[in-house]
């Protein structure tokens, strides 16, 4: 992963989720890192955030499984859903996509291509990556749900592993 500038309290890194709607995968994710960072003593260091690249549950909080699923495992979601927007590719240092469509999706805001070295797939982190995408739980049961969870934790695990790299260096 490539970095611009030293990761400092002043200066943190600015993270950003994406799936769909905003109500399950990346809330997820972006509660799982916020408790992995707080954990390790790193919450100043990090923006951390989520959107949909669909409007369909802007102002609604995460899906009532993922919240289920989240606080069994310790994690509260706490954000509220919203989209996806083309100064988002700007804002942050890394945008994680929960899928190849939101992956396009978020790519296709990029028609230069200017943003795409902090565009990636979440799975990219996962050392079990499957087809590389995380599942969309969102019809299924409190079984997708947890594998959400566990797919997103180990993927937050191995990135927080190496961005603890640059903040440490």
């Known amino acids: 992963m490539a970095y ?3 990761v400092t309290k002043e ?3 600015k993270i950003c ?3 769909l709607g905003n109500i399950c995968r990346s809330p997820t994710a972006e509660g799982v890192f916020q408790n ?14 989520s959107a949909g690249t669909s409007a369909f549950h802007i102002g609604e909080k995460a899906n009532s499984k993922s919240r289920k699923v989240a606080l069994e495992n310790g994690v509260e979601l706490k954000s509220r859903a919203r989209r996806f927007e083309r100064s988002d590719l700007d804002e942050f240092d890394l945008i994680l996509a929960m899928d190849s469509e939101n992956f396009q999706n978020i790519n296709d805001l990029d028609p230069k291509n200017s ?3 902090k565009i990636k797939k979440m799975r990219d982190f996962d050392p079990s990556p499957g087809d590389g995408d995380v599942p969309d739980p969102y019809y299924g049961g409190l079984d997708g749900f947890q594998n959400v969870y566990d797919v997103v934790y180990r993927s937050c695990e191995n990135l927080l592993d190496e961005l603890e790299e640059k903040i440490k260096s």
């Open 36 to 49: 992995l960072v707080n954990e390790r003593g790193f919450g100043s260091y990090f923006y951390i955030d």
């Open 11 to 13: 200066n943190p890194y």
């Open 4 to 6: 611009k500038r030293p």
């Open 115 to 117: 943003h795409s070295h």
């Open 17 to 19: 989720f994406v799936c």
